[in-house]
């Protein structure tokens, strides 16, 4: 049997715009964990009405996070990454989950 570390957290968005935020909170938010709906009622709340409003606003705060090298979260995730495949041998990975 292989051993290995994962790391996993939930993800961020591919850059601080629009467009990406909204793709980021369409996959976050029409999981049925994260919005405990039915799933008709949770596309109708996320596409109907989040989607269409949300995105500008939580994009501007991404940008006011973001660093050079890409989302704070992932940036900082990859850094740990790092850091424990130094201390260990055995395959340390990382992954989000949107």
Do not use: C
């Amino acid at each position: 049997m292989k051993k290995g570390i994962l790391l996993v957290n939930l993800g961020s968005p591919d850059s601080p715009s629009p467009k990406d935020v909204k793709k980021y909170l369409g996959e976050f938010l029409m999981d049925e964990r994260v919005i405990d709906l039915p799933l008709i009622a949770r596309t109708a709340l996320v596409k109907g009405i989040i989607l269409n409003t949300r995105p500008k606003k939580s994009a501007e705060a991404y940008q006011k996070i973001w660093w050079d090298e890409g989302s704070p979260l992932i940036v900082i995730s990859q850094r740990l990454q790092q850091k424990i495949q130094e201390q260990i041998h055995v395959p340390v990975e990382l992954a989000m989950r949107y």
